[in-house]
């Protein structure tokens, strides 16, 4: 399992929201590609970079600062999301070294986009389900859908994602542990990787996710805690390692 790190960018800066809150951030960095750097000197093997201004918009507004973090370490794959609303936005981070796509808000609101961009990015397509309760939010999780997000990851599933990252959006910045039965219950539930978000917080959660990673749980990505400290991520992920190795 692997523990990626989150770079949430704002207005050029790498910040984290508690609940996804714009109002609500605490700056981290002034430098997106040195912040890029400190976690890949950690150990990182992935990124998770989120275009916080991007996923209000409706199309990139931190462009910049992924391409630069693209250009800086071209071989580690990055994955972005924020934003991504057509197949000309993806197709411009994928020639701008970035490795996979998350369509968030977009693959509720129009879901043939996702087969269209799967098959258009073979192995690039990452969609993102955010969920409060089991129902999928949108719109910076300000809207709380009917959907499920059981019967819409089966939907991906078919068109051929690589992955679905889930957030449990009650937990997301509030360093108050991960959702396991629901990440567990969901990875179960298909055959595509899913990628854990949110309330990871310590070295424990880190193992509790890793523990249960074998029915389908291929990495966890963490933000605030790795920031504030509750988190060393190194030791998270020598630690998901050895039980990966154990198992």
Known sequence: MLLIPAIDLKDGCCVRLRQGR?????????????????WVRAGARRLHLVDLNGAFAGEPVNGDAIRGIAAAYPDLPIQVGGGIRDEATIEAYLEAGVSFCIIGTQAVKDPELVGRACKAFPGHIIV???AKDGQVAINGWAEIT??????LARRFEGDGVSAIVYTDIGRDGMLSGP????????????????VASGGITSIADVRALAEVAACGISGAITGRAIYEGTLDFAAGQQLADSLSAAS
């Open 128 to 130: 993102g389900l955010d």
């Open 22 to 38: 714009m109002d609500d951030e605490t700056v981290f960095s002034d430098d997106p590609v040195e912040m890029a750097g400190r």
């Open 179 to 194: 959702n396991i039965e629901a990440t567990k219950a969901l990875a179960s539930a298909i055959a595509t990787p899913v």
């Open 146 to 151: 009917p959907h499920r997000v059981d019967e």
